[in-house]
């Protein structure tokens, strides 16, 4: 991002931003026309300079620090909704993800009647938010399989051994499974400690792959406390771990950025867990944007969305538009994989591969279970149905 | 927290939690009461094993890991709603902040009707979870003010420049002001990057200090990056600030637990932004249980919180709620401040006063701008209005 500045420093009265650019968020808001518009006007000052513009000391500000409000209509075929398209400038943001998803939704998040949309970065914005390192074909590489939906399954249940899990691991891989994942609730339990689950899984997934041809991944947790998250990843990866699993919502967006950057180098898996209250009402950010644009704008390599037709209540509509989003054009960036999952079986496989084509990740956790006792005849089956 | 183990690790068949405690969650359930209790049954499965029951392997996994419903009734006074107590092994959370919270609310973020409603932690949560350094009494004798409510204010608005934010908070604190922090949006953006403007800031309240005899802190936002936030902690330390300001919805209640565990040693104050989608429904999170009880099991001193009467919609009763949490019995964890804001002015403060006693942060920002040219003035107004 080339950085802006302000012209004169000292007296306060002629600094102007110059250079800079600006990103949109298409706001949808609830309410007739003048509330709507009233609504608009307040994010404009709510998200930036937060006060009362009447108050504004004169020429201390430069204008373009505030939202501004560059498209209003009524929302296509709803009843009493509103699209305001509101830029703000990339200076606000401060080059940081923390500090646009402030400026996007921070104090907002606390009002009613106002969800995000949809995200427009700019170039300035891409600048420091470049994206996925892997993506769709990156990934598709590292697992050696480029013509059909990836499998990915759930080590699980918690309580087990992590010597249980290994062997659970294992036959996965045996079975055809391309990527074979934590459950999102193993971190460091006295039952599986993290150090030893990891090393037994990827160990367990690496004589697999040796020993039936497969190049399936091992993908632990790594989803800690806050001072802790690097040390696990970077650890994982020294134990062989092929990717990470990262609850953004429990560690902030941030932390799948500054994993994605970092010289550990594997691809990044996002769940859903605690982040699902932004995404089940009329406010807060729409699924898309959620698990779409922002994941990947984050550096997610797949991103795991509940699934309709399972124990979760997103519609199919949101959840094409989850897929479409990490898959549009988004600047540069790269595609990411689509992981649709939450209470999957195998009957769900075909209608799944239809819904969401080939590039997407089809993530059956318990539903490989209930199917025979044989693990890795189970595996097959789920492999024949993407096939 | 005595750490839990297992009797026989290898055959996995053998294995039984002893010595482990349960903390409890209270969950609001909308429904009738057959779709309620089904529910309560689901969150114990769906928190833990995350794993059909009928397919748990016999005897692989502990009873105890799974959750259990401890009591089940209609809220009193409502409408279709009841209210679970239901109770989690103290291992399942790991002794970690991120995955007590994955326990208390992580899948179940994502379904529909369920609200964490109150959070009774265990000894052994408490254990690793401790809660504030300062609390109410101790952040009194870090502003020696021991007799009244304490004066909080922001610096604002974002697009000033540092010498600007400097002067000030010269002002405030020449005025009266306790508690002089960064509007919750400047963290380093190049109109006021954060090294200048946070030595420049604690400078300008340093001198004030010594010339009027006060002993206002500046309290700097250091919501930045993941693997930034504790450098910049530190580093505003080092330039002498006296708190510090933190967005856990931004960074995850995490980074308030590390930076409060830290050898830092200031006070932490939590910002609401991006937090609300959690607090705003039916479902999510309640908010006394978001803004009061979290806050303060993470560690903060001081919780920031939308009032109601300003502009934002939390109810008094919502409000009223919150302060009992920071306040209440929590095992030996220390009250930490309310701190009631969002559009307060000075017409305000008798009745914030009189709602919350004198144990509360009272935060103007913009307000303190309209109601005059001399800032030192209206800060003693402000003084005035709660002595």
């Not at 102007?16 to 609504?39: H, K, N, P, W």
């Not at 830029?87 to 104090?107: I, K, P, R």
């Not at 907002?108 to 995200?119: E, T, Y």
């Not at 995404?279 to 797949?302: P, V, Y």
């Amino acid at each position: 991002m080339k950085r802006v500045f302000f012209e004169g420093y000292d007296d306060g009265r002629t600094r102007r931003l110059i250079g800079g650019g600006r990103f949109s968020v298409v706001y949808r808001l609830y309410g007739d026309e003048q509330t709507a518009r009233g609504m608009a006007e307040d994010i404009c000052t709510e998200q930036t300079v937060e006060f009362p513009v009447r108050l504004l000391p004169p020429g201390a500000i430069p204008q373009e620090i505030m939202g501004r409000v560059e498209d209003f209509r009524p929302e296509p075929e709803s009843d009493g909704r509103y699209l305001a398209t509101i830029s703000f400038a990339d200076e606000t943001a401060a080059m940081e993800l923390t500090q646009f998803l402030n400026v996007v939704f921070g104090n907002i998040s606390i009002k009613r009647g106002i969800q995000v949309a949809r995200i427009y970065p700019s170039d300035g914005i891409y600048s420091f938010l470049s994206g996925p390192r892997f993506g769709v074909s990156g990934l598709r590489g590292v697992v050696g399989v480029f013509d059909r939906p990836l499998l990915f399954t759930a080590i699980k249940p918690m309580g087990l051994s992590a010597r249980d899990m290994a062997a659970l691991a294992s036959r996965f891989a045996e079975g055809g499974v391309d990527v074979i994942k934590d459950d999102h609730g193993l971190t460091n339990q006295t039952f599986a400690p993290f150090e030893e689950r990891v090393c037994r899984c990827a160990d367990a997934v690496r004589e697999a792959n040796a020993k039936f041809g497969r190049k399936a991944i091992y993908v632990p947790n790594v989803t800690a406390p806050a001072t802790q998250i690097m040390a696990r990843a970077s650890h994982a990866k020294e134990m062989g771990a092929g990717g990470l699993l990262v609850t953004p919502g429990l560690v902030g967006l941030d932390a799948i950025r500054s994993l994605s950057g970092s010289d550990i180098g594997i691809p990044i898996f996002a769940h859903p867990a605690f982040i699902g209250s932004y995404a089940l009402g009329k406010e807060g950010i729409a699924c898309d944007a959620l698990f779409g644009t922002l994941m990947r704008l984050s550096g997610a390599d797949a991103t795991i969305f509940p699934n309709y037709g399972g124990r979760f209540p997103l519609s199919k509509t949101e959840c094409l538009a989850i897929a479409d989003a990490a898959r549009e054009k988004l600047g540069t960036l790269k595609p990411i994989f689509p992981a649709p999952a939450g209470g999957m079986e195998l009957r769900n496989v075909r209608e799944m591969t239809l819904s969401y084509g080939s590039d997407v990740l089809v993530l059956i956790g318990g539903g490989l279970f209930g199917i025979g006792q044989d693990i890795v005849a189970n595996c097959r089956r789920f492999l024949d149905e993407v096939k």
